[in-house]
């Protein structure tokens, strides 16, 4: 059996408001959780002693939950609670991580859970930010937006035009014609190219090195960072990269920057590679991986730099698991 709660406030004690936002909340806790009525054993609302006009239950009832038990009851009158306030516990059957719903004037009572936050993670190639900020963004159960995957669709854009990404000029004449969307299906990002879903061909050996070239010049950074920011400044997101504390999103509330030895990564990026069915040398990749950070860390336009507040993390020596314990202490710290 799982419990999660939700609130959400009225303006008016009014009948119609407390149906509609009664209905609100219910669906935002299905949708957010994935649940279906039937996994829904029972319902238990609360509501403020300033709250008269309807029960929140016969609410839920009119709203659709009929194959549950629904019940209501009036809580104390508190000095300094909040006003107009209706809170909910709902009891499922199915073994889901809970994700607690607070609405409108109730986010003040769950902070942690309703701020719009971003997270920045840089770092050079192979160093665990694409992993660990999926993973994070999972156990938050907010957006991530894997940048990465938006420059390597401008470097496939380039190959499949046979342009040469060392080609600057040719390269912004392509920006300007570019058919770029991210897409978000079950919570899983696909890259859209040219109206094809390109997210596995992105992940090429060959285009992994073309976007760590086409990604140092101006006109296609600023093209990806607008819409970055964009979609950043609309939901609380994770984003990894090599400059999105320092350049992208510099006011990002959380900042880390990962890194580990040229060996470690080059082990883990070959074995991700080997997995996939590439034929790959590890010698070769340590030096094609090595030739990415000199790359990236020496480009004139928004290199590769640790924000000066981002957080340290080595992760040579760490396991995933290792390394979300310390990026969620630290995150819990500052909330």
């Known amino acids: 059996m799982v419990v999660i709660r939700g609130a959400t406030t009225i303006e008016h004690d009014d009948k119609d408001e407390i149906r509609k936002?009664?209905?609100?909340?219910?669906?935002?806790?299905?949708?957010?959780?994935?649940?279906?009525?039937?996994?829904?054993?029972?319902?238990v609302f609360s509501s403020t002693s300033d709250i008269h006009s309807y029960y929140?239950?016969?609410?839920?009832?009119?709203?659709?939950?009929?194959?549950?038990?629904?019940?209501?009851a009036m809580e104390p009158e508190i000095d300094g609670g909040l006003n107009l306030c209706i809170r909910v516990m709902m009891f499922i059957e199915k073994n889901v991580e809970p994700h607690h719903v607070y609405l409108r004037g109730a986010r003040v009572l769950r902070k942690d859970l309703t701020a719009k936050i971003n997270v920045a993670i840089d770092g050079p190639a192979g160093s665990?930010?694409?992993?660990?900020?999926?993973?994070?963004?999972?156990d938050y159960k907010i957006l991530y937006l894997d940048t990465g995957a938006m420059y390597r669709a401008c470097?496939?854009?380039?190959?499949?035009e046979g342009a040469d990404v060392e080609d600057e000029a040719a390269?912004?004449?392509l920006m300007r014609e570019l058919s770029l969307a991210i897409e978000y299906v079950d919570g899983v990002q696909h890259t859209i190219l040219d109206g094809k879903d390109v997210s596995e061909e992105i992940r090429s050996p060959r285009v992994s090195m073309a976007a760590s070239t086409v990604s140092k010049y101006p006109c296609?950074?600023?093209?990806?960072?607008?819409?970055?920011?964009?979609i950043a400044g609309k939901m609380s997101c994770v984003l990894d990269g090599r400059d999105i504390g320092s350049y992208v999103l510099p006011d990002a509330e959380f900042k880390f920057f990962?890194?580990?030895?040229?060996?470690?990564?080059?082990?883990?990026?070959?074995?991700?590679?080997?997995?996939?069915?590439y034929e790959v040398d590890f010698e070769e990749l340590?030096?094609?991986?090595?030739?990415?950070?000199?790359?990236?860390?020496?480009?004139?336009?928004?290199?590769?730099?640790?924000?000066d507040d981002a957080v340290v993390i080595d992760t040579s020596e760490m396991s995933i698991d290792e390394v979300l314990k310390e990026i969620k202490k630290t995150m819990q710290e500052k909330i």
């Open 220 to 230: 296609v950074r600023m093209k990806m960072v607008e819409k970055q920011r964009e």
């Open 258 to 277: 990962l890194t580990a030895s040229p060996e470690v990564r080059a082990r883990r990026r070959y074995d991700e590679l080997v997995a996939k069915g």
């Open 286 to 307: 340590k030096r094609e991986i090595e030739r990415r950070d000199l790359q990236d860390s020496t480009r004139e336009f928004s290199p590769l730099r640790k924000a």
């Open 171 to 173: 390269l912004c004449d």
């Open 128 to 138: 665990g930010k694409s992993t660990i900020a999926k993973a994070l963004s999972r």
């Open 155 to 160: 470097a496939l854009k380039a190959l499949n």
């Open 56 to 72: 929140p239950a016969k609410a839920a009832r009119e709203a659709g939950f009929e194959s549950c038990s629904l019940f209501s």
């Open 21 to 43: 936002a009664v209905r609100e909340l219910l669906e935002q806790i299905e949708s957010r959780n994935g649940i279906k009525e039937s996994e829904i054993v029972s319902i």
